[in-house]
C-alpha cells in the first residue's frame, strides 16, 4: 500500500518526483489554493495565469502538470481542481480535498513519491486529504501478468510505470502533532481496510467462494486479535438456517455464516453489522438476463465493507464493541438449486415462500439478522447489494438508507454525508408489506414491483429482533464503478460503506448515539 509521511518541507523545498497544489475557479479566473504560495512565487506570482494559458479552470478533478520553476526542488507541478473557491472566511469542503487528491494521486501513477501542498488547515482537513491519496493510488493487479513483477512465465518484467503511487508525503504539518500525527494513523488505517475490501470485491469468483472469504476472515482475526467462529453446511444445517442453505443448495461451494468480533475492555456499548456476502449470483433458477451476470462478483460487497469495518475498528482501538455478520453463499442454478414456489424455513423459525431465487440477498441476511439479534446488540446495521431498483431510484453514487427508527436513520445519513459517502434516507410504507402475504407460507420474498428496494427493507426488518434499533444499507448503486476511475474512486470495487459504518462505530464509543 502507498505510504504516507508528514512532512514539514514546504512546496518549494519537498524532494520528490512531484509536488501537488490546489487551485478553484475564482469570480475572476483561475484561483491557487493556499499550500501553493511557494509554488506560486517560484512562478514569480504567476502560476495562476501559467495554468490558465494551458488551459487550466480550476474545475473539481481536472489535473494539470506543468514543468517546475526555478527554485522548486520537484521537476514537477501537479494543479488540481478544487472546483468553486469558497467564500473568504470559509475552507475547501473535506470532500473535495478528498477527491482532489484522489486525482492527483491517480495522475502520478508511477511516481516514487510525491509532496502534496493542498490546503491543510486543521485535522480534519489533513484526514481528507491523507485518505483521497491514498484511495485514489489503489489499483487492482493481483491477476495481471505482471502484477507481482513476473510476467506470464515466470521472469521478472519492469512494470514501474503503471505501479501506484509508492509515497505521499503530507508537506507543511507538524508530525509532532497530536491532532495530525492521530488523523494520519487514522487514515492510512482506514485506506487499508477500505482497499482490502475494494480487494475482495475485484477478485474473481472461482478464487473467493465461502469458504475462502471465510478463510479471509480467519486470518485477518489472527493478525489482529479479533474473534472468529465459521459456521460450514453441517452447522449450519444443524443450526437450522434455512435461508443460507436454501441460497446456496444450488452450488458446489456451500454457504458459510462467518462471526468476527473486535471487543474492547471498557466498551459500554456494542454494534452489530451484518453483510450481504453472496461471492457469485448468477440469479439461481430466476437466471439473470445475458449482460447482467459479469459484474456479479461483486454481490458481497456489503460482506467485504462489514468485514473491512470490523477490523478497522480493531486496528483503531475502538472503545466499543463491534460484530460483524458475514452471510456468505453462491448463487447457482443446478438439479439441486432452490425453485421458484420453494417454501424455506428460516433461523427464526419463519417460512418464506421463494417466488424469485434471484431474490437471494434478503434471504441469507434474514438468518443473520436473527442471529445477529440474539446478543441483543445496541444497534444492528446491515449492508448489501440488494435491489436494482434502489439503483433506479439513486443512481450509481448514492446508497439508501432505511431504518426502524427515525432518529437512527437520520444520525446514519449525516455520518454517512460527514465521511464523504452520498446517501439518501428511504421510507417503509407499511402498504407495502401486504404485498408479500403468501398464501402457503408466513411471507414471500417478493412483493409489489414499484418500490422493490422498500419492499426489501421491509422483509429484512420481519428478521430484526424485537425492540433492538436498525437499519439497512443498500449500496447496490456505489459499490462496484464500471466506468472510468473519477476522484478517488477507482474502476471495480469501491468500498462503499466503511467510512460510514467506522464513523459510526466511533461516535457509538464516545456516546454520541445515546
Not at 501559467?50 to 489535473?63: N, R
Not at 519492469?158 to 494520519?184: M, Q
Not at 434455512?242 to 473486535?262: D, N
Request: one cysteine or more.
Amino acid at each position: 500500500m502507498t505510504a504516507l509521511t508528514l512532512s514539514t518541507s514546504s512546496a518549494a523545498t519537498v524532494r520528490a518526483d512531484a509536488v501537488v497544489v490546489g487551485v478553484a475557479k475564482g469570480a475572476k479566473g483561475v484561483v491557487v489554493a493556499p499550500g501553493a504560495e511557494a509554488v506560486d512565487k517560484a512562478f514569480g506570482g504567476k502560476l495562476a495565469a501559467v495554468l490558465e494559458t494551458l488551459g487550466a479552470s480550476g474545475a473539481e478533478g481536472e489535473v494539470t502538470k506543468l514543468p517546475a520553476a526555478d527554485g522548486l526542488k520537484a521537476p514537477v507541478v501537479l494543479a488540481v481542481g478544487l472546483g468553486e473557491a469558497p467564500g473568504k472566511d470559509d475552507g475547501y469542503d473535506n470532500e473535495a480535498l478528498r477527491r482532489a487528491a484522489g486525482s492527483a494521486a491517480r495522475a502520478l501513477t508511477g511516481s516514487k513519491k510525491a509532496g502534496f501542498a493542498l490546503p491543510v488547515e486543521d485535522a480534519e482537513a489533513a484526514a481528507a486529504v491523507s485518505e483521497g491519496a491514498l484511495l485514489g493510488a489503489y489499483s487492482f493487479t493481483a491477476y495481471r501478468s505482471n502484477g507481482n513483477g513476473q510476467n506470464a512465465k515466470g521472469g521478472k518484467k519492469n512494470d514501474a510505470k503503471s505501479a501506484p503511487l509508492a509515497e505521499v508525503a503530507l508537506l507543511g504539518t507538524k508530525p509532532r502533532d497530536k491532532e495530525i500525527k492521530a488523523a494520519a494513523e487514522r487514515s492510512q488505517a482506514l485506506a487499508a481496510e477500505i482497499n482490502r475490501a475494494r480487494d475482495l470485491i475485484n477478485m474473481p469468483p472461482n478464487d473467493l467462494d465461502p469458504k475462502a472469504f471465510a478463510a479471509e476472515a480467519q486470518a485477518a482475526a489472527k493478525e489482529f486479535g479479533l474473534k472468529v467462529e465459521v459456521l460450514d453446511e453441517k452447522a449450519l444445517k444443524k443450526g437450522g438456517y434455512g435461508g443460507l442453505l436454501g441460497v446456496g443448495q444450488g452450488a458446489e461451494a456451500p454457504p458459510r455464516l462467518v462471526r468476527i468480533a473486535h471487543t474492547h475492555a471498557k466498551a459500554t456499548k456494542t454494534l452489530a453489522l451484518v453483510g450481504k456476502g453472496i461471492t457469485y449470483d448468477s440469479g439461481g433458477i430466476s437466471l439473470k438476463p445475458a449482460g447482467h451476470n459479469e459484474t456479479m462478483k461483486c454481490d458481497m460487497s456489503g460482506a467485504a465493507a462489514v468485514f473491512a469495518a470490523v477490523v478497522a475498528a480493531a486496528r483503531l482501538g475502538l472503545e466499543v464493541n463491534v460484530t460483524g455478520w458475514l452471510a456468505l453463499a453462491e448463487n447457482m442454478p443446478s438439479g439441486s438449486a432452490t425453485r421458484p414456489g420453494d417454501v424455506l424455513t428460516m433461523y427464526s423459525g419463519k417460512t418464506v415462500e421463494v417466488l424469485n431465487t434471484d431474490a437471494e440477498g434478503r434471504l441469507v441476511l434474514a438468518d443473520a439478522l436473527t442471529r445477529a439479534s440474539e446478543e441483543t446488540p445496541d444497534a444492528i446495521v446491515d449492508v448489501a447489494t440488494l435491489t436494482g431498483a434502489m439503483v433506479l431510484a439513486l443512481g450509481n453514487r448514492t446508497f439508501g438508507i432505511m431504518a426502524n427508527d427515525d432518529a437512527f436513520r437520520t444520525s446514519v445519513h449525516e455520518i454517512a454525508e460527514e465521511v464523504g459517502e452520498q446517501s439518501w434516507p428511504m421510507p417503509m410504507p407499511s402498504e407495502l408489506r401486504k404485498g408479500m402475504d403468501s398464501p402457503v407460507a408466513d411471507i414471500a420474498n417478493m412483493g409489489e414491483r414499484m418500490g422493490g428496494g422498500l419492499v426489501a427493507g421491509l422483509f429484512l426488518k420481519e428478521f430484526v429482533g424485537e425492540g433492538i434499533t436498525w437499519a439497512h444499507l443498500d449500496i447496490a448503486g456505489p459499490a462496484f464503478h464500471e466506468g472510468a476511475p473519477w476522484g478517488y474512486t477507482p474502476k471495480g470495487g469501491t468500498g462503499s460503506a466503511v467510512r460510514t459504518l467506522v464513523r459510526l462505530a466511533e461516535r457509538t464509543a464516545a456516546g454520541d448515539l445515546g
